[in-house]
């Protein structure tokens, strides 16, 4: 029985988590755009080329569209965290402010713990164990894919580009 109510709150939390997304006005995002330029600068001096016009524009977008992907995993994880422990999107979100660094559930049970004063039953934890894994899950391969495709874009190596994910907040 203990192993049926488990499994049945972890598929709780997953779905709670999947379904109500964070409002995204109320969480604090990350800008990978306004860091755009030094990691454009250093993809030159990694490549040891510069960057066509068509090559900027085309990182350019693939940072954009991780910029939103970041958000909406970090919206999410704020959402689903905020409906576990009973703390509102902007009080996880200042517990919480980076949308590109995983989260360690130890340090997430902690924070919620000493904001709300007392300690966590167990479903509270297992939802919020539930939502962080996911998101850190969903942090690396976003980060995983967008290493790739810019590699791809500039034919270097992933792992070069990936050196280089930490001027854009990684």
């Known amino acids: 029985m203990k192993k049926l109510s488990l499994v049945f709150l972890t598929l709780l939390s997953v779905t709670v988590f999947a379904a109500d997304p964070a409002p995204s ?16 600068t250093q993809l030159d001096k990694t490549r040891g080329k510069a960057l066509t016009v068509a090559e900027k524009t085309s990182v350019t977008d693939l940072v954009k569209k991780g910029n939103d992907t970041a958000n909406g995993i970090q919206n999410k994880f704020l959402g ?7 703390l509102d ?3 996880m979100s200042l517990l919480f402010p980076s949308a590109t660094k995983p989260v360690d559930t130890k340090e997430l049970t902690s924070k919620v713990e000493g904001k709300l004063g007392k300690k966590l039953g167990f479903m509270e934890k297992t939802a919020l ?13 976003f980060k995983t894919t967008l290493t790739q495709n810019v590699g791809k874009q500039l034919s270097m190596d992933p792992t070069l580009v990936e050196s280089l994910l930490p001027l854009l907040g990684f």
């Open 80 to 86: 689903a965290t905020s409906k576990a422990s009973g």
């Open 25 to 40: 006005a109320t969480a604090t995002a990350v800008n990978m755009v306004t860091q755009l330029p030094a990691f454009l």
């Open 129 to 141: 164990t539930s939502a962080n894994t996911l998101r850190n899950n969903s942090l690396s391969g």
């Open 89 to 91: 999107v902007a009080t």
